[in-house]
């Protein structure tokens, strides 16, 4: 039994409590929603009064029952819930309508943590009327059409889109709930790298931006594949961006795409101007090391290209021309969930001879027919027609099934175009070339967003490479065609589920279907050889990411089982395990450690004697793993690699410093593929390489200048158990790389500056003197020194750049640039190679690097 005093505490305690129940309960009653139609026919037997309405105006309103009340309360507490317009006609008679606008307010809450969104976007669509959230979350929008949409928008939330008429009660505001958008884990963690547009992601790739796109010394435009040369480990040794060197790895190494296509051509110009147009390449992502289980292929890196991917209010576009070709972009919205994009672009060395494609042409004509003719002892003798010049063109269609389903379908062509006739005026001999090479691609995407933790995409592809050389000698006394074809067509299906806020789960397939053809037809000694193969490729992959809330740590691991058939030749099946840990003991302090095992079954030989007329000498061809040797189609195993990296980044205030170590091997390498200028060009032999290196950045930034200072150490050697000696230093051996340079941002002026240092890269000497040829053969040969025994002098180059950006109207902007690669024209020579001339001499070949380089641009935006 209790005692008295313990009596009188409950007793208290239930008179405390009991209104609060009370009170809840009556609450309860007064939040009941029911249709205002049922509610009305209430009010009319309850009062002996009569409503008059339109039906389609009230049957989907609903209200808030009021308790009690006499019959102008209830009527006012129904205009303030649905903003109707309430007419008396007499003491019985009234009549409800609905106003053309309506004022509404809202609170925007995160629905994970309940916590308010400051400065929130709320747009009214098909209007110019817009606000923000205050500090509370909250919103408040005054004559706005009733039948309009709202779309709220915020950083890493989910866009909403909401009816006006859904939020046109008052008292209270309604609670509008974002949804974290789960699977975007990755947090940019240095918001200016280098310069405005270039970012460091929380998984160690680099971003780019085109859109907001600094300067890089040398550079005019946000040229993607020259861009990505300022970063440390990626260089092109050649200058030449279709062979993108990343970390001692072969171009052929490197995945690239764009709008999830796989792309097998990259450049213009023979690879000294990239093929995408930067001005619809909205994002770039590169990686070096530590690839998402989703990405197969790419043994050494990868470089991710998509255009712009949402769909504006406004049409909006652009042109522009420098020195070598003119261009031109828009965006056409054709309402709120479709729009067309289209971009075109066009050199005008055809039929305009500048200063820059003069230095282009001599850069890349060296040691070709084209270029021979120049040196005769009595060029008058020699008329010569040539005719060059490429083009690119882009399509795509963004169509917003719904908020939640997003359809996109991309389309490329891109295309190089040479035609050579050279005629000796005396004899009338003509000999006659042509090259042509195209890329044509089309693909589609498809984004679901199924709940706020599940979505999928699903992504194909079309691919289709050709290029195409013809040599008519002697006025058709023999005729050389030769043909390289590519066809790839794949499927690929991602699905993303977020356990929780930090924790996502990647799950995927791909299938790959590639077929390559290399034809040769010679009409004089008479020989044909048309090899084809086919490989296709099934891949399952899946991946958990890991990010913490206070963003000390960040772990993304998963694998990749690939079973890949050759019809003729292999099956084959490989697990490609993927590790990516990132720590952060503090805030400006980041460590890394990667590592992942991948493999590709597309390689590049490289022929250097007279294949697609010496310039373009690479083509395309499939592993086969087969042991005997056939001409045309060599033994190619499936190339695999094996890559660690450890590494950290301290970013404060004004200072970025980075420093990584990595090791990679490669193996399933061919002497076909590596572009060997010796004794072991033709061999095909198989090993493999492995570097060790080590990159150095250090970035000081502040408003107006960014100034950095990389520098790059790597060990690259090869190992062919049949070449003596069996190791011996990589073709891409490039020991030390160090880059200087410095922007200068002030109003509409950017300025840059840099110099870019390397040692030579090494090659390989004939034999002193009478031993350096072998006349023994037929025809005679040289015999070389030990493979790679020399090096060329240090590589050196400064180029400055300059752009002004000014109006021309309110809505069209312009841009002038200016920039000279090159500055002190100095004489680099990018590799040495021997040769036997018709004197049956050795002679020496230098390809020299571009020269004082200048060009200018003009552009346009609106």
């Not at 030749?569 to 980041?590: A, D, G, Q, T, W």
């Not at 000014?806 to 020579?829: C, P, T, Y």
Request: aromatic share 12%; charged share 20%; proline share 3%.
């Amino acid at each position: 039994m209790l005692k008295a005093p313990q009596n009188n505490i409950l007793l208290f305690c239930f008179l405390l409590l009991f209104p609060i129940f009370f009170g809840n309960a009556q609450n309860t009653v007064s939040d009941k929603n029911v249709l205002l139609k049922t509610y009305l026919l209430e009010i009319e037997e309850e009062f002996d009064v009569k409503f008059s309405y339109v039906d389609s105006d009230l049957n989907s309103l609903q209200i808030r029952v009021p308790i009690d009340g006499n019959l102008q309360e209830i009527l006012t507490a129904i205009k303030d819930q649905t903003q109707l317009e309430i007419k008396k006609l007499s003491d019985r008679y009234y009549t409800l309508t609905k106003n053309s606008t309506i004022s509404i307010c809202g609170f925007v809450l995160d629905n994970f943590s309940q916590k308010t969104t400051s400065a929130a976007s709320i747009e009214v669509l098909n209007s110019n009327i817009s606000t923000l959230t205050d500090e509370n979350g909250q919103f408040f929008l005054n004559e706005i059409p009733r039948e309009s949409t709202l779309r709220i928008r915020y950083l890493g939330f989910k866009t909403k889109y909401i009816s006006a008429e859904s939020l046109v009660d008052k008292n209270p505001c309604s609670t509008i709930l974002l949804s974290l958008k789960y699977q975007q884990l990755e947090e940019v963690i240095v918001y200016k790298f280098l310069t405005t547009g270039l970012a460091k992601e929380q998984d160690g790739s680099i971003s780019l931006n085109t859109e907001e796109f600094g300067i890089i010394p040398g550079l005019i435009e946000p040229d993607v594949l020259q861009t990505i040369q300022a970063l440390p480990g990626i260089k092109s040794i050649d200058e030449r961006v279709s062979d993108i060197n990343i970390r001692g790895g072969t171009n052929d190494q490197n995945l690239i795409l764009w709008d999830n296509i796989k792309m097998y051509q990259s450049g213009h110009f023979f690879g000294l101007i990239s093929a995408f147009n930067p001005y619809l390449t909205e994002q770039v992502s590169i990686i070096k090391s530590g690839t998402s289980a989703a990405y197969g292929d790419g043994v050494s890196g990868i470089i991710n290209m998509k255009s712009k991917d949402s769909i504006s209010d406004q049409l909006f576009g652009g042109a522009g021309i420098n020195l070598i070709n003119a261009d031109a972009y828009i965006q056409i919205p054709l309402n709120q969930k479709l729009a067309l994009q289209f971009s075109a672009r066009r050199a005008v060395t055809d039929f305009l001879n500048t200063p820059t494609y003069n230095q282009f042409s001599k850069r890349v004509f060296q040691d070709t027919k084209v270029d021979e003719s120049i040196n005769l002892s009595n060029p008058e003798e020699i008329s010569r027609d040539e005719t060059f010049y490429f083009y690119d063109f882009t399509a795509k269609v963004l169509y917003d099934v719904s908020k939640d389903h997003k359809a996109r379908f991309s389309f490329m062509a891109i295309n190089n175009d040479l035609e050579y006739l050279e005629t000796q005026t005396e004899t009338n001999r003509t000999d006659q070339s042509n090259l042509n090479q195209t890329n044509l691609s089309f693909g589609g995407n498809l984004d679901s967003h199924w709940s706020d933790r599940f979505t999928t995409n699903i992504n194909a592809y079309y691919s289709r490479y050709n290029l195409d050389s013809e040599n008519v000698i002697n006025n058709g006394e023999q005729i050389l065609d030769q043909k390289n074809e590519v066809i790839e067509t794949s499927i690929k299906l991602n699905t993303n589920y977020s356990i929780s806020p930090s924790v996502n789960w990647l799950n995927g397939y791909q299938f790959t279907e590639t077929g390559i053809t290399n034809f040769t037809d010679v009409t004089q000694p008479p020989f044909e050889s048309n090899i084809k193969g086919v490989v296709r490729s099934n891949a399952l992959y899946s991946e958990i990411t890991h990010f913490s809330k206070n963003n000390h740590l960040f772990i993304r691991a998963g694998g990749r089982l690939n079973y890949l058939i050759n019809l003729r030749y292999f099956k084959e099946v490989l697990l490609e395990p993927r590790l990516n840990i990132k720590y952060s003991p503090s805030p400006n302090l980041k460590i890394e450690a990667t590592g992942e095992f991948k493999n590709q079954t597309t390689n590049q030989i490289i022929d250097l004697e007279q294949n697609f007329l010496g310039i373009e000498k690479r083509r395309w061809i499939l592993s086969n793993n087969k042991q005997d040797t056939v001409p045309g189609n060599p033994n190619l195993p499936i190339v695999t690699s094996k890559q660690a990296s450890l590494g950290m980044n301290y970013d404060k205030n004004q200072w970025f410093v980075g420093l990584e170590g990595y090791i990679k091997k490669v193996d399933g390498i061919s002497t076909l593929t590596q572009g060997f200028q010796n004794q072991d060009q033709f061999n095909g032999e198989i090993g493999n390489y492995e570097v060790k290196g080590l990159e150095f950045l250090i970035n000081h930034k502040n408003r107006f200048f960014s100034t950095w200072l990389s520098y790059t150490y790597a060990v690259n050697n090869y190992t062919f158990p049949d070449i003596i000696p069996n190791s011996f230093p990589n073709n891409l051996d490039i020991r030390h790389i160090i880059t200087f340079a410095s922007t200068y941002t002030f109003n509409h002026l950017k300025l840059g500056i840099g110099i870019n240092y390397r040692t030579g890269k090494p090659f390989t000497e004939p034999e002193e003197g009478d031993n350096g040829l072998d006349l023994s053969t037929f025809p005679i040969s040289i015999n070389y020194q030990e493979p790679n025994s020399s090096r060329l002098p240090d590589y050196l180059r400064a180029d400055v750049s300059a752009i002004y950006d000014f109006k021309l109207s309110k809505r069209v902007k312009a841009q002038a640039g200016f920039s000279i690669l090159n500055i002190f024209n100095k004489e680099n020579i990018l590799n040495t190679f021997y040769r036997v001339n018709n004197q049956d001499q050795i002679e020496k070949v230098d390809n020299i690097s571009l020269g004082f380089t200048p060009n200018i641009s003009f552009r346009v935006f609106f």
